[in-house]
């Protein structure tokens, strides 16, 4: 669903014929996205028809943003068709491509699979 949103597809019956998604199946996963607050129902009105909703990205929601490119980046390597891509991220302004980069505090790019490794946080609570 965050896909369609983000590629601006908004109205329930648009994102539902675009995934192919069950009625049902679609409104629960909408109310949960919202609930989240990852997006926010936006009334619009038909001329002649009743108040509806689109849906549109919260703050929360963009943050998800790189997720989505990080997603797409890897679709490209492991599943897109020999044509390439059927979806592509650029700048505005000056049509480059989008892509995501990790990179440590200290500004170094990290470029290896390797090249990082976890540690405990700030949060972590130890077993009971």
């Avoid at 909408?30 to 909703?53: N, S, W």
């Avoid at 929601?61 to 980046?73: I, N």
């Avoid at 068709?81 to 592509?88: K, L």
Wanted: contains cysteine; proline residues 8%; hydrophobic residues 35%.
């Amino acid at each position: 669903m965050l896909r369609e949103v983000f590629n601006g597809v908004r109205r329930f019956e648009d994102m539902r014929r675009h995934s192919g998604i069950p009625r049902q199946v679609l409104t629960d996963r909408l109310a949960l996205l919202v609930d989240a607050g990852i997006l926010r129902r936006e009334p619009y009105r038909e001329p002649g028809q009743r108040e509806r909703h689109e849906y549109r990205p919260t703050d929360k929601g963009f943050d998800l943003y790189p997720v989505l490119v990080a997603v797409r980046t890897w679709g490209d390597r492991y599943l897109a068709d020999p044509e390439g891509s059927p979806v592509e991220f650029e700048h505005v302004g000056c049509g480059a491509e989008v892509g995501v980069v990790l990179r440590c505090a200290n500004g170094h790019d990290v470029t290896g699979r390797r090249d990082v490794s976890t540690r405990p946080g700030p949060g972590v609570k130890p077993f009971a």
